[in-house]
């Protein structure tokens, strides 16, 4: 902020001029990159396919509808393989990320190193997203509900893992203080001291990560790993489209109903 | 008996928090430690229990050198020092029952204590305590449901179950209203008669510490200027643990609170 | 002290359950473990193929060592960077659309209808996974990195006008009053009242994003939506693991730099 004396006028700036122009060179450098991310990408596209989209859309969109309803029954396998794999895989994740979430942090670690595998599984977990584990884990455990189950097993481990151990180091040292106080091991202090404080995070977690993971778990069956991303594929290469629109729909209650539970569970504990 | 023979301690940012204290405290004595905040009333009762490592000199506890314990000889000795903090410090999620059988972990196993298994002694033994405090219905509430006066009364049955021989206090009334400041302060008193507990209170309330306690030390920059008897506070004498300030307000109040009682 | 006040206590004592009516608590174990019976019989784990997979495992994941950079260097570099730009356009575009939906579906600033409107398009867009807005943005218009702009696009919306109306929502409405009753009329109003509240998360978020859409590049590609993913899948499909492997340890690594970069911009913010 500053003001200026102009012509026997007080005059009020947010920024000197020297901070105007950096900001605004801060600008051009960030418009300058948008612009050329664009050129890169418009490069590599072709326009006709475009112009021509709106037109497919309504194409396929005619195609779609009515949905085809009686195919819903046939879901009904793939929606139970789907939502398995999502429970399942979130409770492997959650069964190996609380461990590792407690060596990560920095207040309940045993060791550095050990901290530093901690936090170095957790960036690889998070970073490599469902669908490149499923593709991997096709390869090694073969197609099916196993795969997906584990792929996002292996997914999650990161997410929940980062966020009970952000919430550990952030407990209240003088509740722990206190029970260290009365002699306690450094397990007791532990059950007595620290689980208590982040055992409404770790609930939290798990429930959330199920909700994202009943969705991500839908796209699964794309690369042969279960669940109804299985369906969804084969509609789409087959062109059936009514197909299609049924199975998007179903995906549509069953993301509608996981959030629902999960948002009366989370009530109900916390 | 407790004796500090030349307790150092400086922090890593090079704080020199307590020089050199040296001071005994016979058993069954309760002694008011008071000062002005960081001259080091915390530092000097946390590296007896050793929730603060001293950096220098001995703290020694009925002929047990405190610290020169190993880990595991410490916690032996930590079931032997109940502690009551100034935010209460229980464990809010937990039930108060928990919380007052958490003082009886040192001497219980893991799994036990894990699977909340303890002695039927130890159980028996906090119902009584509760009762003793008023809070025996309180048992199954979670400790987060309480008014802060209830809390610490449930902190010093945490330590008091640890059946301990000293008592360390960390400014048990800071966070509590004048009243039950008081309450709270007659209890560990009368408690500490009832058990000839020796015991070491912070506190920052000059007035209640001349109420409740046989002998005051006063701390200032980490060094002893005043050991002495509650009545030997004169002006004076606050002015070099403080500081200079009008004092006669205190110290009047002082002497009608001392006709009351 | 005696022995008479001594019998009045009681010697044993439980914790109380977590869950009180004894029935519901009950029917939520013995359902649990229903549900683990049926989900684990049903996931169908042919024993013979996960033990013949473990060599395969095995073999699979010794192909991944030493990751390969040098073969398709120039392969590898071009997706990263096709997968960088899709990111930073795909974040950019997609917050420029959320703004609008953002503060349309804050319900404090927003009249019902437009409130409704586009919570629906937040919700729509929440529901299906990128990967699956990127196999119709695919077909629509056809394979490249457009298409994976367009579902990234897309994608963002769902995320960051749901966070943005939610902090509008829970901006302090004292502020908000106080510059109303200057007489500001309604731009002015979001500019001076809501904006400074909402903007140091805001920026937080982005980057944040951007974070997430370059990880999602990486999937879009394996349905046709160009960057890395694409050259990840190719390598897969070519069995070439150890380039696969020097992919995703880039992608690991530039999520690491992005993550560290997001949490200094966020405290700088602040």
Redesign the interface.
Known sequence: MVVQKKQDELVWKKRTTREQWINWFYWLIGISIVLFAWKIISDKTVWFFVQDAPRQAADIGSRMVPPKWSYSLELIKPVWDTINIATLGTVIAMIIAVPVAFCAARNTTPHSTVRIVALFIIVASRSVNSLIWALMLVFILGPGVLAGTVAIGLRSIGFCAKLIYESIEEIDANQVEAVKATGASNLQQMIYGIIPQVLPTIAGVGIYRWDINIRESTILGLVGAGGIGLQLNGSINTLAWTQVSTILLVILATVFVSEWVSAKVRGAII | MLKLENLTKRYNTGDLALQGIDLRIPNGQVLALIGPSGAGKSTLIRCI?R?VEPTNGSAILNEVNLTKLSSRAL?????K???I???Y???????V??NV???????VG?WK??L?R?P??D??E???LL?RVGLLEM??KRADELSGGQRQRV?IC?ALI?DPDLL?VDEPTASLDPKTSRQIMRLINELCQERGLTAIINIHDVLLAQMFSQRIVGLALGNIVYDGSPEGLTPEVLTKIYGEEDWSATIEKVDDEDEEV | MNNVSKTLYPKNWKKPPFIKRSWLRWSIIIGSILYLIAALSSMDINIQRVLEGIPRGQRFIESFFPPNFSDNRGVVWEGILESIWMAIISTVAGIALSIPIGLGAARNLAPLWVYMTCRFIIAASRTFPEIILAIFAVKLFGFGPFAGFIALSLGTIGFFAKLLAEDIENSSPAQAEAVKATGANWFQWINYAIQPQVMPRMIGLSVYRLDINFRESAVVGIVGGGGIGATLNTAFSRYEFDTAAAILLVIIGIVMVLEYASSHLRKWVQ
């Open positions: 229990n929730l916690r032996k000795s930590r079931r020092m109940g502690m903090f100034q935010e410090a229980l464990v809010e999620r937990l039930t029952m928990e059988l958490s003082g009886r972990l040192g001497y893991f204590s894990f909340r303890f039927k002694k159980v028996n906090a119902f009584r009762d048992a199954d902190g945490r640890q360390l």
